[in-house]
């Protein structure tokens, strides 16, 4: 099996390529070009389509065409460019077409700038465009997660007919680790049951978001809640370290979960029984999992580099039955192990 | 014999490479505006490099918004200096990169051109993303190897040709579009000055060498985009009220060979098997400007 040392970003084209990913649709934006660069790099070489778009409304809307016709495409971008593309995104949930999409948070609002953060959870986990949809959501916090998680992502939105994100950041895109290849490529079937690709059979299909009737489009609506209820039954993945006995345990993802990993440990070693969950699927959520940490009597602290967004998701999953601390850092700085340890000790001292 | 510069309005200090096309550009398009300028200035190299936060090097007003929206922004402005009734003797200046003109911001500055707001927009072409590590643009010519079209077996860089940006302003009946250059500032300066005495939208579109794009010494910036013109391969001339008014004769032009060899995004031209054919493509581009514009 091969294992090399590979930069994050080039690690999502690496599982793109491996998932069957027929096509990639692209903008450039910092700390997420590479994606774009090595998608221009490999996919041509190997009969598989590289667009690069005008902008990433041209992007997202070239995605839209290409999963229209059935095909396995793809677009990546970062927090700018995901919300230029939030309208066509709203509108591939609308048409339930299946594409990944990968977004390299950076720090906003606005433009910000291109240090990392994790300040796009609302935007991706929540929807962020409108009407009543949700993305699938995986959140990888390493090189080799980025790889896997892409491949996952490209499963889950054929499964589902739904578009779905890897949601990583800055930092997760610009290092550089070892992964190991995938040992497997999935070879891809074009279904055209439902897709519009020029064929006989396929000309009476029709892709679309609009229904005039407002029951109908009312029935779509349950329509679509019931598939997003049956993957929050099924496809719910997370990581639990040290939980088991923990009087406080630490709910974060992405390259924040790493930093708080060594906190578990430290903290294990000044005697506070600290333990780590790290949500693999930001949608669904893993909510019943922390219910059961917080019915055994354990506080929590969620760890993000947000102004605190993913800590409403912690609450409500355990119906505020116990504290939720925060502790953040904005702007494009990471979360020191110091800061999060001054909590930990806070709070074991508080006990 | 020459006169002294105009005063500009661009501090130095800023955070341009060494040899930057955009500082200059920037420097000569303020010395034709004056001081009483707002300027409007979506997200690129120029915008990044001149104003870290909390600094600036702009000694005029000065706005930021997104990527994609010069043109609006600039509208914006316009419109509501004209309803506090002071846009008298005002003038708005927009000016982006190709990427935020002739791409992701086509749509907003063709907006603006339509309605016909009283504004100036620069183009600051230096033919592809470098504000976010040198992609290919609509502005990328021929055969120019960047991050996204990186030659190879399959092709020789960028398969297509430059944008026409400054025909499609002429179509939108805007009363004055002119080409310039930053290898030649009178010239620059005398067109945007021109350019925002013109009442309506006024389209100036300067070609700018990069160095770290482009791959060529910091120090040669101004020599580089004398030779694109000497070359024909940038032809500069006013076009008002869609007729071509001044060219710029190059009398005897030289060979593309010599600009494409200057540069390091040309560089696989020289190595490749066929870079001579292609060569010739892009010559054969140079005679047609000789030819449409009349050069000789």
Redesign the interface.
Known sequence: MATQLVKGNSAIIIGALYAGCDCFFG????PA?EI??DA??YF??IGRKFV?A????AAINMVFGGASAGHRVMTSSSG?GIS?MQEGVSYLAGAELPCVLVDIMRAGPG?GNIGPEQGDYNQVVKGGGHGNYRNIVLAPNSVQEMCDMTMKAFELAFKYRNPAVVLADGVLGQMIESLEFPTEATVPEINTSWAVNGTAETRPNLITSIFLDFTELEQFNEKLQAKYAEIEKSEIDYEEYLTEDASVVLVSYGISSRICRSAVDLARQEGIKVGLFRPKTLFPFPAAELKALADKGCSFISVEMSNGQMIDDVRLAINCSRPVELVNRMGGNLITLDQVMDKIRKLAGEA | MSKPAPKTYLAPGHRGCAGCCDALAAKFMLMGTGPNTIVVNP?GCLEVMTTPFPESAWKVPWI?S???NGGAVASGVEAALKALGRKEGIKVIGVGGDGSTM??G?RSLSGAFERGHDITYVCVDNEA?M???I??S?GTPFDAST????P???SFGNPRPKKNMPAIMVAHGSPYVATTSIGYPRDMIKKVKKATEIEGPAYIHAHAPCPTGWGFDGSKTIEMAKLAVETCLWPMYEMENGELTQVKKVKNPKPVEEYLRAQKRFKHLFTMDGGDEEIKKIQATADWNIEFYGLQ
């Open positions: 903008y450039p934006i910092t070009s774009l660069h221009s790099k041509p070489k690069q005008e902008s990433e409304e700018p230029l433009l | 997200t930021h997104l990527f994609e791409d992701i086509i993303y504000n976010t590590g992609q290919r609509s991050t996204t079209s990186p190879g077996k399959i």
